[in-house]
């Protein structure tokens, strides 16, 4: 009896047991409730800051006008033109046809100054390299006439198409402007270019004289008094100041020597056509 009743008594705990709530019930209905609810949407990531534009670069200046120019010139004449050397024998057509050669050769990288020099019927611009020299619109020379517009047309460094003018087939580049402001002190001999009749003094003694006036200024006298008393030039009345000129226009000797030189430096004595000088290149 013991036995059964004992038997029955766990039969009846194993009931209980089987429909007893189990605890784990709830955390799994959470978990699948969890799992099945409606996900939550994450905001969305900010937009990607867009590159700076860069402004647009403003399209360069256009030069401004300038009211000198500078030409380098070479000219093939023929029989007959004004001014023509008198060795000059070909006809028009045949120099017509040499100017474009040359100009073909430039184009393709001959050097214009060694050519000018070689070829140009020109003598006194032929002896610069073909520089005809610095000018503005209104003191353009009237020789050169035919060429103002042409050469004002060009960009620094280009080379026109072949002018006809009165002396010649004309090929001109236009070159770079530039200047120097100097003052001088001129000792002319007799002979020399525009010297006077009454320039009686020689080669050599003009040499000496230069020499003696350079030592002087190098001594600490006064530049402006000394040209106005001792110059043989035009400009003495100036204190000797010839102003500020470009490539060009003086004489080529006396160019090169006072491009060369420093503000206020002094050179020394330069022979020219004209005789000799003392240069000093002003600020």
């Known amino acids: 009896m013991i036995e059964r009743h004992s038997e029955r008594w766990v ?12 605890a784990a019930a709830p955390l799994v209905l959470l978990a699948f409730a969890a799992c099945t609810s409606t996900p939550v949407t994450p905001p969305p990531a900010p937009a990607p800051t867009p590159p700076p534009v860069a402004a647009p670069t403003p399209p360069p200046a256009a030069p401004a006008a300038s009211d000198d120019a500078c030409a380098q010139i070479l000219v093939v004449a023929w029989q007959g033109a004004d001014r023509a050397p008198a060795t000059v024998t070909r006809d028009e057509s045949t120099a017509r046809a040499r100017i474009e050669e040359l100009r073909t050769r430039v184009e ?4 214009l100054t060694a050519l000018a020099r ?8 032929a002896a610069r390299g073909g ?12 020789i050169h006439e035919g060429l103002r517009q042409p050469v004002f047309a060009l960009s620094v460094g280009a080379l026109s198409d072949v002018v006809r003018m009165p002396y010649g087939y004309v090929l001109a580049r236009r070159c770079p ?10 000792v002319r ?6 010297a006077g009749p009454e320039v009686h003094r020689s080669k050599e003694a003009a040499t000496s004289r230069a020499a003696e006036l350079r030592n002087s200024l190098v001594a600490g006298a006064d530049f ?9 030039d035009s400009s003495a009345e100036r204190g000797g100041d010839v102003g500020n000129i470009g490539r060009g226009r ?26 000799f000088h003392i240069i000093q290149r002003l600020p």
């Open 224 to 232: 402006a008094a000394i040209a106005r008393v001792s110059s043989e």
């Open 108 to 111: 393709g990288g001959a050097d």
């Open 131 to 142: 520089l005809m020299g610095t000018f503005s619109r209104t003191d353009w020379p009237a």
């Open 118 to 125: 070689s070829e140009s019927d020109a003598p006194t611009s």
């Open 189 to 194: 001999y007799a002979g020399a270019k525009n």
């Open 11 to 22: 039969r009846l705990a194993d009931m209980k047991r089987a429909h007893a709530p189990t």
């Open 177 to 186: 402007v530039e200047k120097v402001h100097t003052r001088h002190i001129l």
């Open 250 to 275: 003086l004489a080529p000797e006396y160019e090169l020597a006072a491009f060369a030189l420093q503000p206020n430096q002094l050179s020394n004595v330069v022979e020219t056509e004209f005789g």
